[in-house]
């Protein structure tokens, strides 16, 4: 390798103020790289496709020549998206002293983990949604993808225009997520003047939604706007079906889970979400769905994503000429990036410049937008 | 009114699957005195063997919904009375007479277990299998659009399967030689074994029963809610336990009607108040028949145990 990168490289190292960690990473020449999601857990494979996406991209970019002349290692933490994991994560990689963190994946993981790594002045790159999590004046976050105020406002949008004179329910799953999302559905909705009959919570992870179904059935709730993940959505719609209650529901994002399909059975094509314009569908990415599919995996979901988050940090370390910190953040808030997602510029607060949210339909297998 | 009777259905079916748990609870503690923790498990595992099996029958080219059923029933009460059996067998037996925290902590140790076991075999991921029993009845037909109250075939299923079986089983605990020699198990352990009885027999098929009935409720289960994931012990074992306390531990119709009344509360509290506090509605039940009936609503005073 070449003698004067690998003093730039060592440089960095050193100035993150490990000399112990700059040793070794002289020795094998890598830079430690985290990616953190519910591997395991109800939410797992969410966390798969974020994981999946994490490994792929450092792969191309290693192929490619890596970071600076050096390989990026990949280590894998598992949050099972339980807020006191992801601390201790957290606290992993910051004394394993990765330089980036791609994650975490649910927002009630991402608020307590992005403290310690503010601590530890390590950058991160998150698909949380949560509006909070960029809020709070942390310089070295950033979201790769849009937020609940925006999702929700899409979905309100979409709700006033399509179902006027039905009955509408605002249900949530108590989760920073879920809450934060139907919180800004409702208010939305309020200020279109579009009545809600029914605004609840539940709790995730019960079996037996009867009671809410019976509460919905006799307020005549046609249209339910969610906030949460799929899996209550499965068994609020199956429950419903077995009721003889006919609901539409339309949530958020991490309903683009194909797991969905399997457990919400023929109830499915009754699910309409909100989820950035499906990058699958961009060429920037033609090439590396191609690489996904020819391993049998189709990149949906957050699994480009994640991969973009990679991308990006490899960017801007390539453009500061450095993975410390301060430069990396410098170049994150200022300069624009070509990701498989597309072009990427960050605002002051960590937030996409343009983000967008579209409405989407499941139909049997596949999700398409909405017409 | 018409959602009353509604939630008085979902109560019932609620209930009746809480109840067939909270026997598992009662009668291991009736007999031991101890407390199974791992027995939430065991209705977890048997609910994968059932989506396996419903599977399997699927792709087997069986359609008959009566028929996979009740091969699945089978299939499902035979293999988890087994894990039944290897609970008490390597959690209970080499503890019996140690230490009375001792059983407690294998018990727990054997949950985690089976928890971890599943989730390594099985996956994470959440599992369902496709709507098996569809429909139901409306009672009261034509009370305008929303309709009357509806019980689904599901629903109908699962209270009358549980009817069935529980009456079946008190006539068996109080009318069947076996029935008498747990019963007297339960009272003097040390004095059958000098009668010449095989107590750990008794004491196994307990747990095997226990099992049996919760492999029911893990069938009934996958049949109502469709989707299943490796966690469900917990929070049904937590719900289970409860009844059997609230019932009166120990008490096998205790158990079942502890089952009942959580079942009822959680469906009222869900849809008259918040169906955010319906636990908090529970416990604070749980408790406030504690405060003036410590044994439970039918459950004897406490017996010092041998």
């Given at each position: 390798?070449?003698?004067?990168?690998?003093?730039?490289?060592?440089?960095?190292?050193?100035?993150m103020?490990?000399?112990?960690?700059?040793?070794?990473?002289?020795?094998?020449?890598?830079?430690?790289?985290?990616?953190?999601?519910?591997?395991?857990?109800?939410?797992?494979?969410?966390?798969?496709?974020?994981?999946?996406?994490?490994e792929?991209?450092?792969?191309?970019?290693?192929a490619?020549?890596?970071?600076l002349?050096?390989?990026?290692?990949?280590?894998?933490?598992?949050?099972?998206?339980?807020?006191?994991?992801?601390?201790?994560?957290?606290?992993?990689?910051?004394?394993?002293?990765?330089?980036?963190?791609?994650g975490?994946?649910?927002?009630?993981?991402?608020?307590?983990?992005?403290?310690?790594?503010n601590?530890?002045?390590?950058?991160?790159?998150?698909?949380?949604?949560?509006?909070k999590?960029?809020e709070?004046?942390?310089?070295?976050?950033?979201r790769?993808?849009?937020?609940?105020?925006?999702?929700?406002?899409?979905a309100?949008?979409y709700i006033?225009?399509?179902?006027k004179?039905?009955?509408?329910?605002?249900?949530?799953?108590?989760?920073?997520?879920?809450?934060?999302?139907?919180d800004?559905?409702?208010?939305?909705?309020?200020?279109?003047?579009?009545?809600?009959?029914?605004?609840?919570?539940?709790?995730?992870?019960?079996?037996d939604?009867?009671?809410?179904?019976?509460?919905?059935?006799?307020?005549?709730?046609?249209?339910?706007?969610?906030?949460?993940?799929?899996?209550?959505?499965?068994?609020?719609?199956?429950?419903?079906?077995?009721?003889?209650?006919?609901?539409?529901?339309?949530?958020?994002?991490?309903?683009?889970?194909?797991?969905?399909?399997?457990?919400?059975g023929?109830?499915?094509?009754?699910?309409?979400?909100?989820?950035p314009?499906?990058?699958?569908?961009?060429?920037?990415?033609?090439?590396?769905?191609?690489?996904f599919?020819?391993?049998?995996?189709?990149?949906?979901?957050?699994?480009?994503y994640?991969?973009a988050?990679?991308?990006?940090?490899?960017?801007?370390?390539?453009?500061?000429?450095?993975?410390?910190?301060?430069?990396i953040?410098?170049?994150?808030?200022?300069?624009?990036?070509?990701?498989?997602?597309?072009?990427?510029?960050?605002?002051?607060?960590?937030d996409?410049?343009?983000?967008?949210?579209?409405?989407?339909?499941?139909?049997?297998?596949?999700?398409?937008y909405v017409? | 009114?018409?959602q009353?009777?509604?939630?008085?259905?979902?109560?019932?079916?609620?209930?009746?699957?809480?109840?067939?748990?909270?026997i598992?609870y009662?009668?291991?503690?009736?007999?031991?005195?101890?407390?199974?923790?791992?027995?939430?498990?065991?209705?977890?595992?048997?609910?994968?063997?059932?989506?396996?099996?419903?599977?399997?029958?699927?792709?087997?080219?069986?359609?008959?919904?009566?028929?996979?059923?009740?091969?699945?029933?089978?299939?499902?009460?035979?293999?988890?009375?087994?894990?039944?059996?290897?609970?008490?067998?390597?959690?209970?037996?080499?503890?019996?007479?140690?230490?009375?925290?001792?059983?407690?902590?294998?018990?727990?140790?054997?949950?985690?277990?089976?928890?971890?076991?599943?989730?390594?075999?099985?996956?994470a991921?959440?599992?369902?299998?496709?709507?098996?029993?569809?429909?139901?009845?409306?009672?009261?037909?034509?009370?305008?659009?929303?309709?009357?109250p509806?019980?689904?075939?599901?629903?109908?299923?699962?209270?009358?399967?549980?009817?069935?079986?529980?009456?079946?089983?008190?006539?068996?605990?109080?009318?069947?030689?076996f029935?008498?020699?747990q019963?007297?198990?339960?009272?003097?352990?040390?004095?059958?074994?000098?009668?010449?009885?095989?107590?750990?027999?008794?004491?196994?098929?307990?747990?095997?029963?226990?099992?049996?009935?919760?492999?029911?409720?893990?069938?009934?289960?996958?049949?109502?809610?469709?989707?299943?994931?490796?966690?469900?012990?917990?929070?049904?074992?937590?719900?289970?336990?409860?009844?059997?306390?609230?019932?009166?531990?120990?008490?096998?119709?205790?158990?079942?009607?502890?089952?009942?009344?959580?079942?009822?509360?959680?469906?009222?509290?869900?849809?008259?108040?918040?169906?955010?506090?319906?636990?908090?509605?529970?416990?604070?039940?749980?408790?406030?028949?504690?405060?003036?009936?410590?044994?439970?609503?039918?459950?004897?005073?406490?017996?010092?145990?041998?």
């Open positions: 390798m070449n003698g004067r990168k690998g003093l730039i490289g060592m440089g960095a190292v050193l100035s103020g490990g000399l112990a960690l700059a040793c070794s990473a002289a020795a094998d020449a890598s830079v430690l790289v985290g990616v953190a999601g519910p591997m395991t857990g109800e939410y797992a494979s969410g966390g798969d496709q974020f994981r999946k996406g994490a792929q991209a450092v792969k191309d970019i290693n490619s020549g890596g970071v002349g050096q390989q990026l290692d990949l280590i894998v933490g598992d949050d099972v998206c339980d807020p006191k994991q992801a601390v201790s994560v957290a606290n992993s990689f910051v004394n394993q002293k990765v330089a980036f963190v791609d975490h994946w649910c927002s009630s993981s991402t608020l307590p983990a992005s403290d310690v790594y601590d530890a002045q390590i950058p991160q790159v998150t698909v949380s949604t949560n509006p999590i960029t709070r004046g942390i310089k070295g976050i950033f790769i993808t849009g937020r609940d105020d925006q999702q929700g406002q899409v309100a949008d006033a225009a399509n179902f004179g039905k009955k509408i329910a605002v249900i949530d799953d108590k989760t920073a997520y879920g809450g934060g999302l139907a800004e559905i409702a208010k939305d909705l309020a200020a279109k003047q579009t009545p809600v009959v029914l605004r609840e919570s539940i709790t995730a992870g019960e079996k939604y009867s009671g809410l179904i019976s509460k919905l059935k006799a307020n005549g709730v046609q249209i339910l706007a969610y906030g949460g993940y799929y899996q209550e959505v499965a068994l609020i719609l199956r429950q419903a079906a077995q009721a003889g209650l006919n609901l539409t529901v339309l949530g958020g994002d991490t309903l683009t889970n194909n797991e969905l399909v399997t457990a919400a023929p109830e499915i094509d009754k699910v309409l979400f909100t989820f314009p499906d990058p699958r569908k961009s060429a920037a990415a033609a090439k590396v769905v191609a690489t599919r020819a391993q049998k995996i189709e990149p949906e979901g957050y699994m480009l994640s991969y988050a990679m991308q990006v940090f490899a960017e801007a370390a390539k453009k500061a000429n450095s993975t410390d910190y301060a430069a953040v410098k170049q994150l808030h200022n300069g624009s990036f070509n990701t498989v997602v597309g072009q990427v510029d960050f605002d002051a607060k960590g996409l410049k343009s983000p967008g949210y579209v409405v989407y339909r499941w139909k049997g297998n596949n999700y398409d017409k | 009114m018409s009353a009777l509604q939630q008085l259905i979902n109560g019932l079916t609620l209930g009746a699957i809480y109840g067939l748990i909270a598992g009662t009668m291991v503690y009736g007999i031991i005195g101890m407390i199974n923790f791992a027995h939430g498990d065991i209705y977890m595992v048997s609910a994968f063997i059932a989506v396996t099996c419903f599977t399997l029958l699927a792709s087997g080219g069986i359609s008959s919904v009566v028929a996979s059923i009740a091969i699945t029933l089978i299939v499902s009460i035979v293999l988890t009375s087994v894990f039944g059996w290897t609970v008490e067998r390597v959690g209970y037996r080499p503890l019996r007479g140690s230490n009375r925290l001792a059983p407690l902590i294998s018990s727990i140790g054997i949950s985690i277990f089976l928890q971890n076991m599943v989730q390594l075999t099985q996956g991921r959440v599992k369902s299998i496709p709507p098996l029993v569809t429909g139901g009845v409306n009672l009261f037909a034509g009370e305008g659009l929303h309709g009357g509806y019980v689904s075939y599901v629903q109908l299923l699962i209270v009358i399967v549980t009817i069935v079986l529980m009456s079946g089983f008190t006539l068996f605990i109080n009318k069947t030689p029935g008498r020699q019963r007297a198990c339960e009272q003097d352990q040390r004095m059958m074994q000098f009668l010449g009885y095989n107590v750990d027999r008794i004491i196994a098929l307990t747990f095997m029963i226990g099992a049996a009935l919760a492999a029911v409720a893990g069938v009934m289960v996958t049949i109502y809610y469709g989707v299943i994931d490796f966690s469900i012990g917990f929070q049904a074992g937590i719900k289970a336990f409860t009844a059997a306390v609230l019932g009166g531990i120990g008490s096998i119709p205790g158990a079942m009607l502890g089952g009942l009344i959580i079942g009822l509360i959680e469906a009222f509290w869900a849809a008259y108040l918040s169906p955010e506090y319906k636990d908090v509605a529970t416990f604070v039940i749980l408790i406030i028949v504690l405060m003036f009936r410590p044994s439970g609503l039918l459950g004897r005073p406490e017996v010092e145990k041998v």
